[in-house]
């Protein structure tokens, strides 16, 4: 697969993820514990630690399966 074609399907992934986000917080994704959140006065670090653990596992998955 050529370099072109692979950051066109990943741009488009990430376009399905911007758009389907609404639905995908409403299931709680990316407030689950583990999840770092800092909030002070002027300044707030949030790191989804947990939800990208849960994400890249879905998506290793999802790849091995179509792999197959």
Same mark, same amino acid.
Do not use: H
């Given at each position: 697969?050529?370099l072109?074609?692979l @950051?066109?399907?990943i741009?488009?992934?990430l376009?399905?993820?911007?758009l389907?986000?609404?639905?995908?917080?409403?299931? %709680?994704? %990316?407030r @689950?514990? %583990?999840?770092?959140?800092?909030k002070?006065?002027? +300044?707030? +670090?949030?790191f989804?630690?947990?939800?990208?653990?849960?994400?890249?596992? =879905?998506?290793?998955?999802i +790849?091995? =399966? =179509?792999?197959k």
């Amino acid at each position: 697969m050529d370099l072109q074609r692979l @950051l066109i399907i990943i741009g488009v992934c990430l376009v399905v993820a911007g758009l389907l986000w609404p639905i995908i917080a409403k299931l %709680g994704l %990316g407030r @689950l514990p %583990g999840d770092i959140a800092i909030k002070k006065e002027n +300044f707030a +670090f949030y790191f989804p630690i947990t939800t990208s653990i849960i994400v890249s596992l =879905l998506l290793t998955l999802i +790849f091995w =399966l =179509l792999r197959k």
